[in-house]
């Protein structure tokens, strides 16, 4: 993992963030990685649900285990716990005013705050899948905490997402390398797939204030810039591009 030091998101960045994909313009996101999810972890043996003639449970059944890395205010968790019901998850972040939105996100979801950038709080060999949203990513735990036949799921921004915002915030570029640096940090890794999610969305200038609001420019510029930013821009369409990549354990 590259980097340095903790870099949680703040109260008003999670307020953005929060407002913005409540919106639905990333639910296509969530669906495909839900999807993917779906696609390459099988449910749990029907045994493992039976119930006893008197209605007991046989024995305690816990579901594939999902860890959102740096899962923010769960919005994706809570989507994959929604539409992949075997599932229990845990999600981990830097940020307690991330973490307190997180903790309401869904019933089967167990939140906690942590440096990801040191160490994964969670059992070696323990996951189904990983899942990294937007968000930082240690391979080295990663591949510690996974199970030998889980999935890391990872999904990253696209040169061309959200390019037209670049006329109102410079600072919202996407790194060049990101793609590179992808597949050199999980080089140790198996990749599976890769999935494209690309559409077009009009943003008014509030939905254009919450996603500069919650992104890395945020940390750079003031809300009063920012709306004032987002107002001349007026309502704008915009590319929304990321790339899903399913790794797996082994190489
Ligand atoms: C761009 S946000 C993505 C959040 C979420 N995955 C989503 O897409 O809604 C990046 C997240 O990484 C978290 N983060 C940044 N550095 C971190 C670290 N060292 N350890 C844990 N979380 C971190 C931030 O607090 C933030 O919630």
Redesign the pocket.
Known sequence: MTGAG????TAAMVRA?TSF?ASGVYEPIAREVAEVIGDHVLPPPAELRDETPAGRPARVATGPLLA??????G??SAYVLNHVPEFEGVL????AP?AKVAVRAHPRLTVAT????RAIPLPTANVDVAL?????RNPAEIARILKSDGICVVATPQPDHLAELRAVVPLLGIEPDKGTRLESQFAGFGRFETRFVTYQTALDPTAIAEVIG??PSAYHLSPANIADRAAAAGRRLVTVSVAVDVFTRGA
């Not at 903790?6 to 998101?9: A, F, I, L, Q, T």
């Not at 959102?68 to 205010?73: A, H, I, M």
């Open positions: 903790v870099r949680g998101d963030r994909l959102d890395l740096g899962g923010g205010t919005y994706y981990l972040d830097a940020s991330a942590a440096d990801l950038w990294v949203v937007f968000a930082p919650m992104g």
